[in-house]
């Protein structure tokens, strides 16, 4: 089992920065992929992120890219998503998800976090 807690989420003016953080814990070397999505109410949970820890490979979805990084620090087993240049759409919670069958991380994903608020105004 692998447990997954996110922080750095929080309010900002659209244009801004945040930095979100989840760190893994449990039998993290059995997982094949990290993720972030987010969620708004009334919608589905959205995939933004995605990262294979084996290779490293990425994805992100279209309403992300070139503003989001993902990025993975296996020492600490840490998974980050960078967000610059934040608009007030990107509002959502935010969750960590994770897989020890898939290279991308999807809906269906064994694991996730609790979540994390971010509101851009």
């Known amino acids: 089992h692998v447990q997954l807690v996110e922080s750095g989420g929080g309010s900002v003016q659209a244009g801004g920065s945040l930095r979100l953080s989840c760190v893994a814990s449990?039998?993290?070397?059995?997982?094949?992929?990290m993720g972030w999505f987010r969620q708004t109410p009334g919608k589905d949970r959205e995939g933004i992120a995605s990262?294979?820890?084996?290779?490293?490979?990425?994805f992100y979805h279209d309403s992300v890219k070139g503003r989001f990084t993902i990025s993975r620090h296996n020492a600490n087993n840490t998974l980050y998503l960078q967000m610059d240049n934040l608009r007030p759409e990107d509002t959502a919670m935010y969750y960590c998800?994770?897989?020890?069958?898939?290279?991308?991380?999807?809906?269906?994903?064994?694991?996730w976090g609790q979540g994390t608020q971010v509101t851009v105004s």
């Open positions: 449990g039998n993290t070397y059995s997982l094949n992929c």
């Open positions: 998800a994770a897989d020890p069958r898939r290279s991308i991380c999807g809906r269906g994903a064994d694991y």
């Open positions: 990262i294979s820890t084996g290779d490293g490979g990425t």
